[in-house]
């Protein structure tokens, strides 16, 4: 019982923890307006940024309707203009859309140059989303999509002018047309001015798809390696890696999508949570986040900063490279990244070590091969049979709603959240319930490491198909892995089995945002990758959560280790 209610906290712990790595900034008032929250001199303020928000989402503004956009480009001019930037607006004649409509395009440019002669470059879209498919709805007033990007590209404008602090490196801003309806306005650019953007080597993105929770960074240029240095800058970095690996095999794309393929470096960010706002008349001040909003500055404000005051930075070619780098967000502020090329090396010590480890359980007779590669079988099973789960779940959900069911876009399914984390749940709990048969079953030896090094060969199988397969995914088994590992020796050195818990502290902290941002990306189409997902690191941490250590003597022969 004692035992049960350990584990119970240990995964309690986790969640918390996973939780926490999701809470979001504060939203600061302006600077000297004496209120508590105010932001420090120079700093970022979703307070005054939402005052944009709500000047441009005061109507819907779709290209469909052209008069729509006239005073939503007037006000963003009118700010610019206040700030003493000059505004440039660059026309280009009627494009038809993929829809078969036809209108004229118009871009918004203005420039804080640097002495270097480079500069990075803040893109953002001001026109809102008209009705294109399933679930979405006409009359989006674009207050989060895009109205965070505008409103964060405005208020950096203004803490820069505000600064007085000289610029080495320039910095650009760009307010696209036309991006909902096929990335007309940055297609344009690219495609026909491209000589303008010969002094830009570095392009942050501010995007949304949905209104609240953490601004994602979900994308980079490709060669990322330079790009992370300067993101760690980031006052509250959010990012896993994976993500930018899966997001270059989905089919849906932003402006930064031209910038990736012209060649540029940059940085991609955008809130995900929740797509049954998204594209529809509830996009609106009311429903955005200021929380997300100070999130957005957080993030790209400090890195900004960087950018422009640092010679490093200018020159061409500065960001490009042939690797990307691992990373992954923790705990509010921990981020940890390493290169890409370290990945094979990490994962070579990773094995050895449980190879050593390994060796000396079976040497001991706390396992025996055989049970351990059926405890793999076991384990794998259990994944694959909670991809099964996922899949008929989410076809269920599809056939139920009458949707089309599609892997990457089952959007607005009633209790969907409820739904994927209950399994989840579930998954979770399985896996304990069949490493627990282990522990209480007297024909099988009390001690019996057989499920963890089954759970241990599992990670490192899936660590080596990931870095072949999805290299940015690395993390998700070789962190759980080490940090199991460094819990299992301690707890064996101190004789205190509960430390092997901290391992499932980790691996559901870890997974948890990770799962939520996921299921909240792909929605519940994909709630068979969730579960599979949830699955693999599910087999380690029960195996960790059942283990009884070292010190106890192994119901047969060979205890003493
Ligand atoms: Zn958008």
Redo the contacts with the bound molecule.
Sequence with gaps: MKKHLLAALALALGVVLGLYALSLPTPLAAEGTGVADAAPAGGFSARRAFGDIEAIARAPHAVWDQASLVPVRAYIRERLTALGLEVTTTRYPPVTDKFGRSYPLENLGASLPGTSGSSLLLV??YDS?PKKRAAEQDGSR?AA??GY?VSTMLEIARVLVASKEPRVNGVRFLFTDA??TGLLGARAELQQNLAAYRDVNFVVNL???GVKGPAVMFETGTGNLATLQLYEAARRPFAYSFAVDVYRRMPNG??FTWFVRSGFAGLNF?VLDDLSYYHTPRDEPANVSLASLQHYGEQALPVVQAYARDARYAGKGVFASTQDMVYFSWLPGVFVAWPGEWDAAFAALLAAACGVWARRELAAGRATPGASLRWLGVWLGGALASLAVGLGVSLAAAKLMGLEWKLTYLPNVPHERLVTWALVLGVWGAAYALAGRVARDPARRAGDRSPLLGAIGLQLLLLAVVHAALPGGTFLFSAPLLVALLALVAADLAKRPWLALLGVVFAASLYLPVLHLFSLALTLGALGGVLLLAALPAALAAALACDRGAAEPAGGAGAAG
Excluded: K, L, Q
Aim: glycine content about 14%; proline content about 0%; aromatic content about 0%.
């Design positions: 953002s879209h989303s674009g999509d895009d990007g991006e909902e995007e949304a798809r932003t402006d955008a």
